[in-house]
């Protein structure tokens, strides 16, 4: 039986997901460094060194997913682990602070087409990437999905008003990350009776392009729950949704 897992991290070529493939390729693991952008990706791979590969993977693009399922499958017949990470909180540029971009994401403020845009990658680009890749984490002895997700979207702390980040929940990326948490239950009650093991991680509010550096966690310490959760072993737990360290987080 192999020993080696294999593991696809998208969104890897920066912040969390550039971190989790470090600490996975640490581990022994080989990774595949999901990036949009091949060359960024192909430079993540390279400073992380032995054990990582880039891939390119646009999560909005079933073509560029087809293709990495394919070549995955050609190189090594089967998916150990899947690390769902890549995603996007605003279509802007600039450097609105998040408490910004919430005072102009409002539901009766948002734009239409950047929450579809939000959406495409942080809920339907989960799915995506959770059906090309099923069959090959079907081939898997010992499989285990990790959807990187955010305590934002638990519908149970945002209907509580003492909760901090209330007031920032709008349907742009906090209500996309409500749904990629739907999205992952749906996954889970259809892998409950399987040896696939899936689970549900928020890596906190880390300092990373996705809030433009405002994160009061580093990405070594917002990175650390993905990556225990992604080392867990076939006895571990499934059908968990925790933030650092091993702490539930409501739905």
């Not at 470090?22 to 992380?48: M, Q």
């Not at 540029?93 to 919430?102: I, K, R, V, Y």
């Not at 999205?183 to 809030?211: H, Q, W, Y």
Request: aromatic share 6%; glycine share 10%.
């Amino acid at each position: 039986m192999p020993t080696e897992r294999i593991a696809l991290v998208t969104g890897a070529n920066q912040g969390v997901g550039l971190e989790v493939a470090t600490k996975l390729a640490a581990n022994g693991v080989t990774v595949y460094v999901g990036s949009r952008d091949l060359a960024r990706g192909e430079a993540a791979a390279a400073g992380i060194g032995d054990g990582a590969t880039a891939i390119q993977l646009d999560v909005t693009d079933l073509a560029s997913i087809a293709a990495a399922a394919e070549r995955i499958r050609a190189e090594h017949g089967r998916l150990d682990l899947l690390v769902s990470n890549a995603g996007i909180s605003n279509t802007r540029t600039g450097s609105a602070t998040p408490d910004e971009m919430a005072a102009s994401g409002t539901a009766s403020l948002a734009s239409l087409d950047e929450v579809r845009a939000i959406w495409d990658v942080n809920v339907f680009g989960v799915l995506a990437v959770y059906q090309a890749m099923l069959p090959l984490l079907r081939e898997s002895s010992d499989a285990r999905i990790v959807n990187v997700s955010s305590g934002v979207g638990s519908l149970a702390s945002n209907a509580d008003p003492s909760f901090p980040y209330r007031r920032i929940y709008g349907p742009g990326y906090a209500a996309s990350k409500t749904a990629e948490n739907a999205m992952t239950l749906a996954m889970m009650i259809e892998l409950e009776d399987t040896d696939i093991k899936i689970n549900l991680v928020s890596p906190g509010f880390t300092s990373t392009a996705l809030n433009n550096f405002a994160g009061t966690e580093s990405i070594e310490e917002g990175s650390r729950e993905v990556v225990r959760v992604a080392l867990l072993g076939p006895d571990g737990p499934t059908g968990t949704f925790t933030r650092w360290e091993d702490a539930t987080i409501p739905w």
